[in-house]
DNA sequence: CCAGACGTTGTT
DNA sequence: GTCTGG
DNA sequence: CCAGACGTTGTT
DNA sequence: GTCTGG
């Protein structure tokens, strides 16, 4: 990501190959004026909950930024509380009405990391009756490219890198601007195994392609 | 006005 | 905090 | 979205 | 089958 760290963070930040709702990941966050890297956890929480976490029963990983003004959730957080959610990948699980039809990653042709788009709170409270607090985040949504649509009816907004300025910086409707799908032509989808499903499983080999199914006589059993 | 919700994806 | 529904 | 739980009485 | 948790 071309960052230049000013503390020594050896250690807290590390490669997760599998991240869901909940769980923590380094996002850059811009208060309107200043950046700075911080952990926080995937699922925006409105700085006006009150309840304890557990109670709070609607989504909020991602926002769709067609909407994302008019949302009670979102409208606070966007108007100067914008991130950059690093990756080099994100996973998808395609379907057919409900037949599944595997997980699928999706990133850059080259793997390069990206910047997804997102937007974060900092919130105090409890969470299951003991104190909980930190920063949350949800990433933005737009309809998906050609590539991508094969797969899935939504993608999330990736930001190219000449925009990321503009998009933690600039007014609401100019940065909203950049919340259009990313090209296809840059980017990859390519099959990966079901393990996916599982956030207990976390390892390098989950970005690798699915192995093909061999037919019996390349297997080189005995039969 | 007050009370109650506050969301996405995908599915039907 | 702010919008929607009644 | 997927994975995993889905319950009560009474006990520690 | 449907809800909750992640």
Redesign the pocket.
Known sequence: MDLTATRDRQGEVRANFNL????KAPIIASDGSKIRAVTATWSLI???WKQDL?EK????F???SE??T???????PIKSLRCLVPAQAYY??K?E??V?QGAFAIGMNDQSMFAMAGIWTYWKGTYKQKDWEGYSFSIL?CKPNPLTADV???MPVILHKDTYQDWLHAPVEQALNLASPYPSQNMDVWEVD?RV????ENDEGLLAPKAEEKPDDETGLLL
């Open positions: 869901g709702p909940m769980q409105p700085t006006w557990e029963k609607f989504s909020t991602n926002a769709k909407t994302i008019t949302t009670r959730s979102f409208n606070g998808e699980w379907r009405g409900k599944k949504t899935h009816h939504r079901g499903g599982k956030l207990s």
